[in-house]
């Protein structure tokens, strides 16, 4: 039984407890957060879980096998530095850090003292992400041309961070995933809106050898919520609409052909239009697959797609991103 310990309970830190909660396997035996009134939320939900607002209390616990941390990204670091300190492997909010030292250092102490880190990049346990990542393993799409991503709607304005840092980690784990190549570098622009120096809206383009092309679009100032993905490659092309309740991935045959270099000057005519189907995409919630994988990762070295390299190669896409977009739009290599 893997025995958990949870610091924070806000925002995301209840969906945490509940999922390692009641996944096989694991329990949660305390709950750290600095608000009191909260841990009486906690202890009137789950009478047996103990709370405290002491986070080395929790830490040093040694009825606590690991611990899951889901607090802002500045306090990242300093406490799965001392959890892994204490023999615990880590269960880490995204992003994983806000610098690339720091989470190079996580890895190479993880590594130094066998522990295990995952990072909660949650859409790569939906079903739509893992349906398409089979896809492009079963070569549905062909060649990969580009990934096109567009995470926008009113809010929710964070107070430590810019948009890029709050909702691009969650399109960047998903191109990361689907798509073999890294990037070579990242072009970013953006701007904020109201004297806090924090961008609310961004723009991020990142460049792969080969001709790939990546493009997120992030903003917290639209007025609908929109969370589509474009992929379109030399077979098919595909389009994932995350609110859609139903058919969230169509794939269309649809496409360019260009067989021979006369072709060239006749490619108005050359295009391909054929069906559109809607495969079938798992319902199961990310976050209880992801639970039930921190589970296997750490009590039998089972094999995960997000681990501290996986959060190390995110957090350099990020600061790379929030480099060029420091400098108006500068080409930062990766």
Not at 43 to 53: G, H, L, M
Request: proline share 2%.
């Amino acid at each position: 039984m893997l025995r958990m310990g949870v610091i924070g309970y806000g925002y995301w830190g209840p969906n945490i407890v509940r999922n390692f909660y009641s996944v096989a396997g694991s329990q949660v035996t305390m709950v750290c957060d600095m608000n009191q009134q909260i841990l009486k939320k906690v202890k009137n939900t789950y009478q047996q879980i103990n709370v405290t607002s002491d986070i080395d209390e929790l830490i040093k616990n040694t009825e606590v096998d690991a611990i899951a941390i889901a607090t802002p990204v500045c306090t990242h670091y300093e406490l799965a530095s001392k959890a892994i300190e204490e023999g615990k492997s880590v269960f880490l909010e995204k992003p994983f850090t806000y610098t690339v030292a720091e989470a190079e250092d996580l890895v190479e102490k993880a590594a130094r003292k066998n522990l295990k880190l995952m990072v909660d990049h949650t859409f790569l346990y939906t079903g739509a992400v893992r349906k398409i990542r089979q896809l492009i393993d079963d070569d549905v799409l062909g060649k990969i041309y580009y990934f096109d991503s567009t995470r926008v709607n009113l809010g929710l304005f964070q107070h430590d961070v810019n948009v890029v840092w709050d909702l691009a980690p969650h399109d960047i784990s998903i191109m990361d995933y689907v798509i073999d190549e890294k990037p070579q570098a990242v072009v970013a622009t953006g701007v904020g809106h109201f004297d806090r120096g924090l961008e609310d809206i961004a723009y991020l383009t990142f460049y792969y050898d080969n001709n790939i092309i990546a493009h997120i679009n992030v903003n917290w100032l639209s007025p609908v919520k929109v969370r589509t993905t474009l992929i379109g490659g030399s077979k098919k092309m595909l389009v994932w609409n995350d609110i859609e309740p139903d058919e969230k991935i169509k794939v269309y045959d649809k496409g360019v052909q260009i067989k021979s270099k006369e072709g060239k000057y006749n490619l108005l005519v050359d295009y391909r239009w054929g069906d559109m189907w809607a495969p079938k995409v798992e319902q199961t919630e990310a976050l209880r697959l992801m639970a039930e994988k921190f589970v296997g990762y750490v009590t039998n070295g089972d094999s995960i797609v997000n681990d501290g390299m996986a959060g190390l190669n995110n957090v350099r896409m990020l600061v790379a991103a929030n480099k060029s977009l420091n400098h108006k739009g500068a080409v930062v290599y990766i």
